[in-house]
């Protein structure tokens, strides 16, 4: 080919702020919190994920709470999971200290809404939430955190403090460059329809809960 038929490939466009709004909300507690909701340009996934930032960031290490998207359980109240809850608490949270939700639309960790209904149905028959999404060809966790590394450091946040209970989150925005300070925990929000549930999560990704009833070990 003569290179008079080249052409130049742009380059990828950079993450990036696109349009921010207030934003009003009612917390589960009864009262209500101004936030400011943030959508993005760039993320390497495509996906329209967003940010709610609370208060004014006075601190190098502000509170993020990275929650993956769940319908069932932040919209409907779904008692199969824990998800509605941590999404409430953190509200709670950020409204009082300050500090961003980055909202990741990653339903059914990261396998998608309808296959997470198939998951469901497994569920029914035996199979813990991990077995459900095995069988189903998929693998225990499929979510990625690049977009919320993107995000955070198009707000310009490289440091943080976290709130999870999973310790692949820590790890993965590690590994993306976001420095996280310290971890805090979410609340233990079990009961009879989800305890299976959390005691998988417990089991196969380790995460830090502890059930009622359970000794934490040393």
């Known amino acids: 080919m003569s290179s008079s038929c ?13 349009t921010v709004a207030q934003l009003p909300i009612h917390l589960a507690d009864g009262r209500e ?5 943030y959508s993005f340009h760039g993320l390497s996934d495509g996906k329209e994920h967003f940010a709610l930032r609370f208060g004014d960031r006075d601190t190098d290490a502000p509170l993020v709470r990275v929650h993956s998207e769940c ?10 999971c824990d998800c509605g809850p941590q999404l409430q608490e953190s ?19 990261g396998i998608g809404l309808y296959a997470k209904l198939d998951a469901y149905r497994l569920q029914e028959q035996g199979h813990d939430t991990y077995a459900a999404n095995r069988a189903l060809g998929h693998n225990d ?8 590394a993107e995000m955070l450091k198009a707000l310009d946040i490289t440091r943080i403090t976290l709130i999870t209970n999973n310790p692949d989150k820590r790890a993965q925005l590690e590994a993306l ?16 329809h989800n305890l299976r549930y959390l005691e998988a ?18």
């Open 6 to 18: 080249l052409q130049a490939v742009p380059l990828a466009e950079a993450p990036g702020i696109r």
């Open 33 to 37: 919190a101004a936030g400011t909701i």
């Open 71 to 80: 319908m069932t359980g932040d919209v409907l109240g779904s008692a199969r």
């Open 91 to 109: 509200l709670l949270r950020l409204h009082e200290e300050g500090g961003y939700l980055i909202y990741m639309r990653q339903e059914g960790r």
């Open 141 to 148: 966790d499929e979510r990625d955190y690049t977009a919320a």
């Open 177 to 192: 460059g976001i420095d996280v300070a310290t971890v805090r925990p979410t609340g233990v929000f079990s009961g009879r």
């Open 201 to 218: 999560k417990i089991r196969h990704t380790r995460h830090t809960i502890v059930l009622p009833g359970a000794v934490e070990e040393s």
